[in-house]
């Protein structure tokens, strides 16, 4: 039995995740060794100590819920303190959170700071994947089927927008889009949302009077039509990045050998940690991330088309849309595609919050991979022997009449 199920693991999945986790670590070590002398006062090795820290405990937690079934993640006793918990959590932020860069979002414990919106996402996932598993019977009566599981996803997002963290909140509501066009709902109640979120969202616009976004969020959108126009000042982040990408050409500077980092380019082992890559590896190095965070996605995807189970099915789609999602907004974000957001770049960019999070949603995708292949292989050949028995009694049967 443990043979036939380490033997149904999807392997190339694993390596896939395995090999872009060591490169960013690898790349937050040569991005940070500049910043943390010059800007911080710590040793040249201070952020890789941490990473390195941070991706064994993600490796234990990545490992733990691989070989968790997922499959009891939908039960109420599973769902309801998790649902609990990460309410509690968010709201606790406005009583102990510890505010950095305009925002209250985060825990502070001893050294380390945790970010339980992170953790959110994945709370989302599941809850949304379980409930509307269950629904399928009636997926498309709007009252009963539709609304009642969005009240916790309305509830923590508004929570997380208090903060404020817009971003955050925002990737929330595409993973949970992501999840409800994948659930079987029909057109029409698609639609209906739609309606029902604009209808809500624009008495709320009016009475904040444009101030939902801060004036440097606001920077963020004018920037974006002429960064080196503003290079000295809001455009600083962006021309640097420009710059970085467009030095690492083909071939790249080489490792360790970017200019950029030297102070020129803010956040380079967090939201900018791509220029970096493209400065010292050139195009290898960038297609290497994008080919194989497209490869997570894409096979994600599609074991939940393969899973014949709706909560596993949903469960895949809907990690696949977070990775997929958050690796289009931090990359279109350092190119000047969209404006930045912080968003970090999955399995590669520094922290702990975002590499835990991914470790637990990674190892739930590999589970279902896991179950998806084994009733493939193992269930169907077992049930060979029955379908052939049966088939011969009624070939009896025939016979005898």
């Known amino acids: 039995m443990l043979k036939k199920i380490l033997k149904s693991y999807d392997y190339s999945l694993i390596i896939a995740i395995i090999l872009l ?10 991005a940070s060794m500049a910043s943390a002398v010059q800007r911080w006062g710590y040793s040249s090795d201070h952020f890789y100590q941490r990473q390195k820290i941070f991706l064994i405990g993600a490796s234990v937690v990545f490992i733990f819920t691989a070989f968790f079934p997922y499959k009891i993640m939908k039960s109420t006793k599973f769902l309801l303190p998790m649902v609990s918990i990460s309410i509690l959590g968010l709201a606790g932020l406005f009583i102990f959170g510890h505010v950095a860069g305009n925002a209250q979002s985060w825990f502070k414990i ?3 700071s945790l970010q339980p919106a992170e953790f959110v996402k994945i709370f989302v996932i599941i809850y949304l994947s379980a409930v509307y598993a269950k ?16 009240a916790y996803l309305v509830i923590v997002c508004g929570l997380i927008a208090l903060q404020p963290d817009f971003g955050t909140a925002m990737i929330i509501c595409l993973i949970a889009g992501a999840i409800i066009i994948s659930s079987g709902m029909n057109i029409k109640n698609i639609t209906k949302l739609i309606l029902l979120a604009l209808l809500l969202a624009t008495p709320l616009l009016i009475f904040l009077k444009g101030e939902i976004f801060s004036e440097k969020q606001l920077e963020r959108f004018t920037v974006l039509s ?5 290079e000295l000042d809001i455009g600083f982040q962006l021309t640097n990045s420009y710059i970085a990408i467009g030095s690492g050409g083909v071939n790249g500077l080489g490792l360790g050998k970017s200019v950029q980092k030297l102070g020129y380019l803010p956040d380079v082992h967090t939201d900018f940690i791509m220029a970096v890559i493209a400065e010292e590896l050139g195009i ?6 994008i080919l194989t965070l497209g490869y997570i996605v894409l096979r994600g995807i599609y074991l939940g088309l393969r899973c014949k189970d709706p ?17 289009f907004i931090n990359l279109a974000g350092v190119s000047g595609v969209i404006p930045l957001t912080g968003v970090p770049l999955p399995f590669v960019s520094y922290g702990g919050s975002s590499l ?9 995708l590999v589970n279902v991979s896991m179950f998806v292949k084994y009733e493939n292989n193992y269930k169907q050949t077992n ?5 052939k028995q049966k088939q011969q009694n009624e070939n009896v049967y025939q016979f005898r009449t």
């Open 356 to 364: 835990i999070q991914l470790a637990i949603a990674s190892g739930i």
């Open 110 to 112: 001893g050294p380390f």
């Open 311 to 327: 909560f596993g099915s949903l469960l895949a789609i809907g990690v696949s849309s977070m990775i997929g999602i958050q690796s």
């Open 383 to 387: 049930l060979e022997p029955v379908k």
């Open 21 to 30: 986790s060591l490169f960013g670590l690898v790349m937050v070590y040569s």
């Open 226 to 230: 002429d960064p080196f126009k503003y």
């Open 135 to 150: 629904k399928q019977a009636y997926i498309n009566k709007f009252n009963h089927g539709v609304l009642p599981p969005l």
């Open 284 to 289: 290898w190095g960038v297609s290497f991330v």
